[in-house]
């Protein structure tokens, strides 16, 4: 039989007669004569074939041509169906029930003993009773077990040291947890008041009782009960500073260069520094100078000067001399 591809096959908008049928081919028209109807059409090499609406298998399968890969059951009424969606890098493909209805479910039905096997783990291939639970043999087969006492019952100890707090009510609003005789035992009871915190009335007069009446200079206090305060008064507000030997103040006035020189009874007196000789043993018989001048200087007004030289003057350093003075050198 010969083949004939659909894109061999010569485009046309209307068929020109009952001898013609036109076929889409990627959205645009191809003609096929009547001669051609009964020849197969060659789709391998068409890369991108499209379906224009279902595909009806007409109660075929899908396979190699010899192995079936699918079948297909239609329902006549059926509403609901699969959708099978791809998924881009990092997330699985979707195998999902959709249709017409809001809740559809998805049935799994092996062939047979068969079992479901999913990710490698198979499962009962019956429903199992009331109160079972899925269970492992360690090689993948999931069965139905009835679980034992210690897998579902937790007894808790009952030892000291692992009791529960006792339950409560409002009968036992205010009350105490209080160890009993038997080791770990303990129950609600009410405290006993064992307060001896003292009233504010009660400090109020202890503290008063250990201020009134007692006395610093020139401060009198005095406990009030009435409104619990504590006064302080002061007796004497003007002070006066002392005139005995030892709180003199300085006295005012002085002069540049004076110095404070003690007079009788402790009083201080500015006096100016006088030159004075010295000498050994308490002797005062010999007036030393220093002989070589670094900072500039200017004799006093009316006073005159001597000195035992000879005299050095540093450079930068002026001796200046009033007229009307004099500087004796000797």
């Known amino acids: 039989m010969s083949v004939t591809k659909i894109s061999e096959l010569t485009a046309k908008t209307t068929p020109a007669g009952t001898e013609e049928l036109l076929i889409n081919d990627s959205g645009t028209s191809k003609k096929i004569t009547i001669s051609n109807a009964n020849k197969a059409i060659d789709i391998v090499n068409d890369t991108t074939p499209q379906l224009g609406g279902q595909l009806d298998v007409n109660g075929n399968s899908i396979g190699d041509g010899t192995l079936e890969l699918l079948s297909f059951s239609e329902t006549a009424s059926a509403v609901n169906e699969f959708t099978i969606a791809n998924a881009a890098t990092g997330s699985g493909p979707t195998l999902s029930a959709t249709g017409g209805d809001t809740d559809v479910d998805i049935n799994v039905t092996p062939k047979g003993t068969g079992s479901v096997v999913l990710d490698g783990l198979k499962y009962p291939q019956a429903d199992g009773t009331a109160g079972q639970i899925l269970k492992t043999d360690g090689s993948a087969q999931l069965s139905w077990v009835t679980p034992t006492d210690n897998d579902t019952v937790y007894t808790h100890p009952t030892t000291d040291g692992n009791l529960h707090v006792p339950v409560t009510s409002t009968t036992n609003n205010g009350k105490v947890l209080t160890a009993g005789a038997t080791a770990g035992s303990f129950s609600w009871v009410t405290p006993t008041d064992t307060n001896t915190q003292l009233t504010d009335e009660q400090v109020q007069d202890i503290v008063g009782a250990m201020l009134t009446g007692n ?116």
Do not use: C
């Open 215 to 330: 006395t610093e200079t020139n401060i009198t206090v005095t406990y009030q009960d009435s409104d619990g305060t504590i006064d302080f008064t002061s007796t004497d507000t003007v002070y006066t500073h002392p005139t005995t030997t030892g709180n003199k103040h300085i006295p005012t006035g002085g002069a540049t260069d004076q110095y404070l020189k003690y007079s009788a009874s402790g009083t201080a007196v500015w006096a100016a520094v006088s030159g004075g000789a010295t000498g050994a043993g308490g002797d005062a018989i010999f007036v030393e100078n220093e002989r070589i001048m670094t900072t500039s200087y200017t004799l006093s007004t009316n006073k005159s000067a001597s000195m035992v030289g000879p005299l050095t003057i540093n450079t930068g350093a002026t001796l200046t001399i009033p007229t009307g003075e004099s500087l004796v050198i000797l």
